[in-house]
C-alpha cells in the first residue's frame, strides 16, 4: 500500500466551491475535513472502512468523501451481488466484491464500487493480491444511486472506471427501480423497470430483471 504523496488536484482549487465542483458537486457534509482535503492518504481510508466505527469512504484526490449509502440501496446492492454469485456458481469465471473492497483506480484515487466483478484472468493462478486495497479496476462496476450522487458525481465514476479498464458499468436507481448499462462513459442502454440488466460480453448469458431484483429488495413506504 503506497503512502507517498498523492498528486496535487487536476484543477486548481482556491476555495471550498471549487473543491466541491471537482468532486461531482456533492453535498459539502460528504466531505471529511480529517484529514484535510488534499492530503488524505490510502492508509487514511483503510483506517475508516476497516475501523471499529466503520465508515465506507473513498479517496478522491487526496480528499476523504464519504459514500451516501441507505440501508435500501445497501439490500439492492448486496442483492445484484448474490445474483452474480448464482451465475459464477455454474459459470466460474471471476469472482465478485461487495461494496466494502477498495479498488486503486489510479493514484490518489480509491472507489469502493457497491458490487465489482474482475474475470479471472487479472489473477495469475488465481491468486487475489496482498494488502487491503487491489491495484486494479473491475471488468464491471456496479453503482446503486443515493438521493445525493449527483450527475456530475456518478460521470467521474464512471471516467475514472473505464479508464481502470472497465467493460461493463451499471447504474441502478432505487427511486424509479430502473437502470443504465453503460459500455463507455458516455454510451448506455436505458433498462426499464420491467427490462433486464445483460452481462454482455463480461457475464454472458447472465440476465437479471429489474422487476425480480425489487420485488426481492421489498417495497419500501411510500412507494
Known sequence: ???????????????????????GDIPPERVLWNPRPGSATEEDLVALVEGANKRLVELVDGTLVEKPMGYYEGRVGLLIGYFIEQYLEKNDIGICFGDNSPFRYRRGVVRLPDVSYFSWSHFPNRELPAGPIAGLGPDLAVEVLSKS?????????????????????????????????????EQKTEVPADGVLDGGNVLPGFQLSLKKLFERAGKRQGR
Do not use: I
Request: net charge negative; with cysteine; aromatic share 6%.
Open 1 to 23: 500500500m503506497s503512502t507517498a504523496v498523492v498528486p496535487p488536484p487536476a484543477n486548481d482549487v482556491d476555495t471550498v466551491a471549487d473543491l466541491l465542483h471537482q468532486l
Open 149 to 185: 450522487n449527483t450527475h456530475r458525481e456518478m460521470e467521474r465514476k464512471r471516467r475514472e472506471c473505464f479508464d481502470a479498464g472497465a467493460k461493463l458499468f451499471w447504474q441502478v436507481d432505487p427511486e424509479t427501480q430502473t437502470a443504465e448499462a453503460y459500455t463507455s462513459v
